[in-house]
């Protein structure tokens, strides 16, 4: 059975994890067949307990490291250690645990605003997503294909102006680049932390497709595992409106991929820098029958 694609209010409730005490946070988990954590969810919610110590400031990074897949039928367990606390930066440990076993780590750090000069890369030259079809209807051909699964509902609108890997496998070669605008499909609660756990969700699950449409394979016919995770959070983003992700895969090599993603929103203002590894195992890409 085809895994389908999580509700966006079930995404929204979990990532708000339940507080115990001033340090300590439960962490409810989003189940599917074969009961993995999904890395990007489990990230934002150490993202969101974090912040919950560090009120008044917002998010500027975060890294973390998976250790262990965990099961998502249950809860994870999370303690903030609060590591410093500066006139404009604030650093917190987050340590997820499950069964007494760390799943785990985050160092996350946390800013206030600063008058200073600033700069970025400019916005690449990329159609309007107002112009592009949705991924379900660039899903089309494939519209049969394990039970519905490129074009079931998702909680993120997606408008690719790559070819996506599942199409990227019937193209004559990959492009080296992966470009997509994103929004969730619904309003979501004006909380700028919530936003950037959405981000960071979303960053955990799209971002592997760059590797995997240079792999020339796609989500459903590989197995793929986050090994760890980084995000700059350059100014905080409001997922009212679109966000282009610039996604590349500069290396594949000994079974991990290594990606990268820039992202901007409709403005034209970059709002994140993120990069991941993934590991892909020992086995040949598979295509999907």
């Not at 609660?189 to 799209?206: F, I, Q, R, W």
């Not at 991990?256 to 590894?277: F, P």
Request: hydrophobic share 40%; charged share 20%.
């Amino acid at each position: 059975m085809p895994h389908r694609q999580p509700d966006l209010a079930d995404i929204v409730a979990t990532l708000d994890v339940d507080r115990i005490d001033d340090e300590h946070f439960v962490a409810t988990q989003m189940d599917n067949p074969i009961h993995h954590i999904v890395g990007g969810h489990i990230a934002g919610q150490a993202l969101i307990a974090a912040s919950r110590t560090a009120p008044g400031r917002v998010p500027h990074s975060m890294h973390v490291y998976y250790l262990r897949a965990g099961d998502a039928r249950r809860p994870v367990e999370m303690h903030v250690e609060v590591a410093r606390d500066g006139g404009t930066l604030s650093t917190r440990q987050v340590t997820a645990r499950q069964d007494g076993q760390i799943l785990l780590e985050v160092l996350s750090s946390f800013t206030t605003a600063v008058e200073a000069p600033e700069y970025q890369q400019p916005l690449p030259d990329v159609p309007d997503p107002d112009s592009l079809p949705s991924s379900q209807d660039q899903h089309a051909a494939y519209a049969d294909e394990l039970g519905g699964y490129w074009v079931q509902a998702h909680p993120f609108d997606v408008r690719y102006i790559d070819a996506p890997p599942r199409v990227a496998m019937d193209s004559s070669e990959p492009s080296p680049r992966l470009r997509m605008w994103w929004k969730p499909v619904e309003a979501v609660p004006a909380d700028p932390v919530m936003h950037s756990a959405l981000l960071t969700y979303l960053s955990g699950t799209k971002m592997v497709e760059a590797a995997l449409a240079m792999r020339r394979t796609n989500q459903a016919a590989t197995f793929n595992a986050l090994i760890d995770h980084a995000l700059w959070f350059q100014r905080p983003v409001d997922l009212s409106d679109w966000v282009l992700s610039d996604q590349f895969s500069p290396s594949g090599i000994s079974g991990r991929g290594l990606t990268t993603s820039t992202m901007y929103n409709r403005a034209g203002q970059l709002v994140c820098v993120a990069t991941q590894e993934l590991y892909f195992g020992r086995g040949a890409a598979r295509r999907p029958t």
